[in-house]
């Protein structure tokens, strides 16, 4: 049998718009990635402390940098963002918030929220 080449290629994801929704669901799976990598980096910089103070010395200081302070206010969003996504999930579990009028909102209060409540916590901790 020979190939039809003027049949129509099946559409790639490139041809789509993904919904918020899907982005959203992406998004979810990569912050719970990445805290986990971000919970090894807390647990060495509690494991320093543990030891001499040149190690704790030198991962303080690595956290108390430009670059240390901006990995921990992501470690922030992603944290507060998993959780208002996991929430957000729940609510699913049980039949709640299914519509996509209501996703779409849903979806739209978690990245917010993240957003706003990472900013207050990182006022206060550094306000205190």
């Known amino acids: 049998m020979a ?3 003027t ?3 099946s559409p790639h994801l ?4 993904l919904p918020l929704t899907a982005y959203l669901s992406i998004t979810h ?4 990635v990445a805290n986990s990598a971000a919970i090894v980096l807390l647990v060495l910089l509690i494991a320093s ?7 704790y010395a030198f991962v303080s200081g690595i956290a ?3 670059f240390g302070s901006l990995v921990l206010f992501i ?4 944290l507060y963002y998993h959780m208002a996504n996991g929430i957000r999930h729940l609510f699913w579990d049980v039949g709640r918030g299914l519509d996509l009028e209501d996703a779409k909102k849903s979806g739209n209060l978690c990245l917010i929220g993240s957003g706003v409540i990472s900013v207050i916590t990182w006022m206060v901790a550094i306000a205190s």
């Not at 490139?14 to 718009?17: A, D």
């Not at 799976?29 to 719970?32: K, N, V």
């Not at 402390?49 to 190690?55: K, L, M, N, V």
């Open 3 to 5: 190939w039809n080449d």
């Open 7 to 9: 049949r129509p290629l």
């Open 14 to 17: 490139q041809h789509y718009k």
């Open 29 to 32: 799976r990569i912050t719970g």
């Open 49 to 55: 402390a543990a030891g001499t103070p040149e190690s």
């Open 64 to 66: 108390n940098s430009w």
């Open 75 to 78: 470690f922030t969003v992603t």
